[in-house]
């Protein structure tokens, strides 16, 4: 009687072991995934790194080259009528 109890204790003890063993297990397969996720996350920060410093290398080129974004508007010249040539003559301004 003391033997069966024993015996179906420690098959109780090793039932529940196999179990954390599993669950060690697809802890081991999830660190494994994290492990890959951060690669990639790695890969792809480096990426962005280049293209930012791409990006910047472009605008500095940009600013020495004088462009930039902003549009120059051209102003009209106003026609200067006949009484305003006069008088721009007659003041001395050429």
Do not use: C, P
């Amino acid at each position: 009687m003391e033997n069966e109890k024993q015996n179906e204790e420690q098959e109780e003890e090793v039932k529940e072991v196999k179990k954390d063993v599993v669950k060690i297990g697809k802890k081991g397969s999830v660190l494994d995934e994290a492990n890959e996720v951060y690669k990639k996350l790695e890969e792809q920060n480096q990426k962005f790194q280049e293209l930012l410093e791409r990006q910047e290398e472009l605008m500095a080129r940009q600013m020495l080259r004088g462009r930039s974004d902003a549009t120059v508007e051209e102003t009209k010249k106003k026609e200067e009528s006949a009484l305003d040539y006069k008088n721009r003559i007659m003041r001395g301004e050429l």
